[in-house]
């Protein structure tokens, strides 16, 4: 009998959540990716780079980075979990030969903006729902990554420090990148929240050409007659 690389992700998981709080760490990952795309915003202001689209585009990719960065210092603290994982794994009732069986697929992102398909009254309306889209797609991804934040800690576990230990043991287990497998999982929401607020920065600036920011789009939508 053979472990597929699915419940051996299981089981690192459910490791994880007995001796750790992988939520709690991933929501502060997540808020100081946050924070430093808001910084990058204010900063890339600062030095005349006015087209919101474009900046916000910028932002997140930059965040997108420091996350990435931050998932690389969690791996190298969390190399004292290495010695106890693999005796995890080789007490399991499951078998140690891991095979690299098909993962199943997680939803289509894309499914999500079905909920937009409606008729807008007037363009003030559309510019405040496309940044409204914008800040709740960005809750929603940030969500998401949070609530599986145990899956995706054991495949960073398994692919960036458990992997050299169970290579030797596990001819079966496919070589994977950390990387591969975090772009994977998150690489979709970040996109969808860079368009996101790539289209409410473009209507935005379309609407109210001499604003630079979000604060500039409200004061044009207060002062604007009806």
């Not at 780079?49 to 930059?62: I, Q, S, T």
């Not at 009254?121 to 940030?142: K, R, S, Y």
Request: with cysteine; aromatic share 14%; proline share 5%.
């Amino acid at each position: 009998m053979t472990a597929s690389r699915s419940e051996l992700l299981r089981a690192i998981g459910e490791h994880l959540e007995q001796v750790s709080i992988p939520r709690f760490q991933m929501l502060i990952i997540v808020m100081v990716t946050g924070l430093s795309g808001f910084l990058a915003s204010v900063v890339l202001l600062h030095w005349g780079f006015y087209a919101m689209w474009l900046r916000y585009g910028v932002c997140v990719a930059l965040a997108y980075l420091i996350f990435l960065l931050l998932l690389q210092l969690w791996i190298y603290r969390q190399d004292r979990f290495a010695p106890n994982m693999i005796g995890v794994i080789e007490t399991r009732d499951a078998p140690v030969n891991v095979s690299s069986e098909t993962e199943p697929k997680e939803p289509a992102a894309t499914g999500w903006l079905d909920w937009l398909d409606f008729d807008l009254p007037d363009f003030d309306g559309f510019v405040l729902l496309a940044f409204l889209a914008a800040i709740a797609f960005a809750l929603v991804a940030c969500g998401y990554i949070v609530y599986s934040a145990p899956s995706l800690f054991a495949e960073l576990l398994l692919d960036g420090i458990l992997s050299a230990g169970l290579y030797r043991q596990m001819r079966d287990l496919e070589p994977r990148h950390w990387l591969k497998s975090v772009v994977r999982r998150t690489g979709v929401p970040f996109a969808f929240v860079a368009v996101f607020f790539m289209v409410a920065g473009g209507v935005s600036q379309t609407y109210a050409p001499e604003a630079v920011s979000i604060g500039g789009v409200l004061r044009h939508y207060s002062t604007s007659p009806r």
